[in-house]
């Protein structure tokens, strides 16, 4: 109990993360739910649902409306854990590349089981902050996109190939080789260039 009160944010949030729903009182998460850091309510939130509290609900709520950006990346960290799939694919396409970046996290926690999810993660193959768009092209390795946007799909890890950054080159090429081994016929162009995209696209024909 004396975790749940502990100066450190960081170590309440734990606390309440990682304690026995059981454990926790609904006093305690009355508590929580008035603490200054969203991290912190959002986990109270998500432990409240495990003991049925009528005030989870309306707390994750708050959060994902707040203006704050922190909270609605702790909004869409919660989604994981109730199954809000709606907010997980709403957050992709988020003004604020924290709450992108949270929102392909949860998505792998989800097993990649997110409704709504494809347009969305797709754009994140291209997005303009590098940390989003490595972390949605490791998602892309394991992912498989619907028919109709295979080629969206196929031109998204293409354009990774080309990119400056060499995260970005050597994942597109996993998930080129391992998802789309046929959208290789897009990269033979970029070959003639004998830069570091073509060693990329190299590397891709190797894996596929």
Partial sequence: ?????????????????MAAPASITVEQLEVAADDPDGWVRAAAAVAGVNRKWERSDALLRALWESSVTEDRAAAVWAGAFVGDHETIATA??????????????????????VAGISDPLIACLRDDDIEVRREAL??????TPPVDLHQAYAEALADGLGSGDRDV?????EAMAAQSPDALALTLPLLVAQDQAAAAIIEALIRS
Avoid at 102 to 113: N, T
Avoid at 138 to 143: G, L, N, S, T
């Fill in 169 to 173: 080159r050597r994942l597109a090429a």
């Fill in 1 to 17: 109990p004396e975790l749940l009160t502990a100066g450190d944010r960081v170590v309440r949030r734990l606390a309440l993360q």
């Fill in 92 to 113: 992709m396409r988020d003004r604020d590349a924290r709450v992108r970046l949270e929102s392909i996290r949860s998505f792998a926690k989800m097993k990649g089981e």
């Fill in 138 to 143: 490791r998602q892309a390795v394991r992912w």
